[in-house]
């Protein structure tokens, strides 16, 4: 009923930069914290950053001052802008989301946390 969609992932030099975007659409009442997370080859899923639907974000230690996530809530979209990447930052990028469900014409609704598919960055040294 809910679906992430990503975009914006690719190949870049050391120092470049890339904007990601993740969309979500289908019977959602309401979204309350939105991230993004990446997988590097042979690594855990670890998180990169969050932002809550009042605007409060986190980053890991690692991308403090090179990235900012940012929120649309009327479109529900989440950004992650990437500045100054480093090789270290190639990995898989999935975006999250914790939400409301609704169902049966909006008379329920249930929460959920959903994820994208996935965008691949690269960073070339």
């Known amino acids: 009923q809910v679906q992430m969609v990503e975009s914006g992932g690719g190949l870049v030099q050391a120092g470049g930069s890339l904007r990601l975007s993740c969309t979500a659409s289908?019977?959602?009442?309401?979204?309350?914290?939105m991230g993004w997370y990446r997988q590097a080859p042979g690594k855990q899923r670890g998180l990169v950053a969050t932002?809550?639907?009042?605007?409060?974000?986190n980053y890991t230690d690692s991308v403090k001052g090179r990235f900012t996530i940012s929120r649309d809530n009327a479109k529900n979209t989440v950004y992650l802008q990437m500045n100054s990447l480093k090789p270290e930052d190639t990995a898989v990028y999935y975006c999250?989301?914790?939400?409301?469900?609704?169902?049966?014409?909006?008379?329920?609704?249930?929460?959920?946390?959903?994820w994208g598919r996935g965008t691949q960055v690269t960073v070339s040294s």
């Open positions: 999250n989301a914790d939400l409301k469900v609704s169902y049966l014409g909006g008379r329920y609704s249930y929460t959920s946390t959903e």
């Open positions: 932002i809550t639907s009042g605007g409060s974000t």
């Open positions: 289908g019977s959602i009442s309401s979204i309350t914290a």
